[in-house]
C-alpha cells in the first residue's frame, strides 16, 4: 500500500480539527453549544429514527429543486431571447443591471405576502433569484458567440432553426453552466433565510428548533444535512455538465472548480 | 441628436413602461394599494425617510458591516491564495477546505456564529468574511497559478530577487483574476448582510425591510429595497473605476 504525502497534508488539517473538537467538547473545554462531532453524528441518527428529519429534508429539497429548475428555466428561455433579440434585450439590460444588485431576499415579504407561508413563496423568490446569474450568462454567452461560426453555417445555407440548435446552444453550453452553478448556490442561500424566516417545514427549521430546545447536537445535525444537500447537488449539476459538455472538455485543462 | 434620443429611448423605456403600469394597475384599483403601493407613494416614503435620516442611518450600518467584512476577506485572502499557488506544503494542506468547501452553503452556520460572536456587528462580519473568502481565494488562487512560467524565468534571468518577483511579475499577471474575485465577493457581502439582518438584529436595512413587512407598510420596503440596489450599483461601479486605474493596460470585459 502506497500512500501519497500529497494525501496525507490534504487530510491533515480537517482531521486535526475534527480531532480537537471532539476532544475538547467531551472535556468540556468548549462552549456547550458547540457540542461535539460524534454527539452530532448521535443526534444525525436520532432525528433519522425517529423521523423527524424526512418530512423537513423533503419539504427543502422539494422547495429548491422547484425553485431552482423554474428559474434556470425561466433564465435560460430569456436569456436566450435577450442575447439573439436585441428587442428582447433592450427591454431586460435596463431592469436586470438595476435589479442585480439588489439581494433577491429583499423581496421575500413581497413574496411571503403575494403566496402565503407554504411552498410556493419559497419557490417563487429561490425561482426569481436564481433568474439574474442563468439570464446574465445566458445573454452574454450568446452575443460572445464566435461569428465565424454563425457565417460558416450560414455559407452552407444552414436554416436559422439547425443553426440555433447545432451551433448556437452547443457554443453557450459552457457559459450557460457556469450560471447556473451560480444560480444554484443562490438558491441554497435564500432557502435557508426564506425557511427561517417565515415558514414551518424544511431543514432550516429544524436547525432553529434544536437551537430553540438548547439540543446543539440536533442544531448542527441540521446544519450537516443542509451542507450535505448543497454539496451533492452541486456534484449532481457538475457531473451532468462533464456529460454534456464532453466534447468541450477534450484537451482542455479543467480549470473550474470542481 | 433625434436618432440619439430614440436609441436612448429604446435602450432604457423598459424601466419608466414598467412604473408606469404599476402605477396605472394600483390607480386604477386594479391592486390593492395595501398590499402593492404605487411608485409614487413609494417615492414621497423614500423622499421623507431621506430627509429624515432613518434610511441614511440603517444603509450606513449595512454598508460599514459588508465592507469591514469584506475588506478583511480581502486582506486574508489574497496573501493566502498567493500562498497556496506558490507553495506545494500550503496547497496540499488547505486546498480541500476551499475547493470542497466552496460548494457548500455555509449561511447554515450562520446560528454558531451569532451564538461565538453574538448578534450584533460582530457577528454579521465575521460571517460575511467567511462567505467573501471562498470566491476570492477561489478566484485569485487560479489567477496566482496561471501566470505563464515564461514570465517568473525571465525575469529570474535578470537577477530579480524573490520580492521583486512577487511585487512586479506575479501580482501584475494576477490582478486581473484578483479583480474578477473581488467583483463576484462584494454583492455577496451585501447580500449576507442583509440575510443576516433579516434573520436577527435592529438595525441595519435586512431589519429595516422586516419591521417594516410586519407593520404591512410595504411602500417603506420597497424604499429600502431601491435604497440597497443604489448601494450595490455604487460600490460596483467605485470597484470598475478603481480596477481601471490598476489594470490600466487591459479594458474590461463590459
Redesign the interface.
Known sequence: MNIKPALILNWTVPVIALVLWEVYGRLDLLPRYLSAPTLIVAGLWELAVSGELWPALAASIYRVAAGFMAGTAAGIVAGLGAGLVPGVRNFFDPLVSFLFSIPKIAFLPVFLLLFGLGHASKIGIIAFSVFFPVFIASRHAVLSTNPILLWAARNMGTPPRTIFFRVTIPAVAPQLFAGIRIGLAHAFVVLFAAELIGSKAGLANLISYGEEWVRFDLMFAGIVCFAVLGFVSDRILMAIRRRVLRGHLIGTEEQVVQ | MIATAIKLI??????PL?LLVWQVAVDSGLVQSR?LPSPSQVWSVLVTELANGRLVYHAAVTLCRALIGFTLAVLVGIPFAAAMARS??WR??????F??G???????????FT??FGIGSPSKIAFTFIECLYPIV?TCF?GFR?IQTRLVWTAANFGASRAVILGRVILPAALPNIFAGLRLAL?VA???V??TE??GDSIG??YY??IW?TRFS?AN?YA??FV??V???L??QTLLLVRRHVIYWQREVP
Do not use: H, Q
Open positions: 429604446g435602450r432604457w423605456y423598459s424601466i414598467l398590499l506545494a506544503l496540499n494542506l488547505f486546498e480541500p477546505i475547493f470542497l466552496y460548494p457548500v452553503p455555509k449561511i447554515a452556520l450562520f446560528p454558531v451564538y461565538i477561489v487560479f496561471g454583492p451585501i447580500i449576507v442583509v440575510i433579516m434573520i436595512l435586512g425591510i422586516t413587512s410595504f420596503v429600502a429595497i440597497i440596489g448601494c450595490g450599483f460600490l460596483d
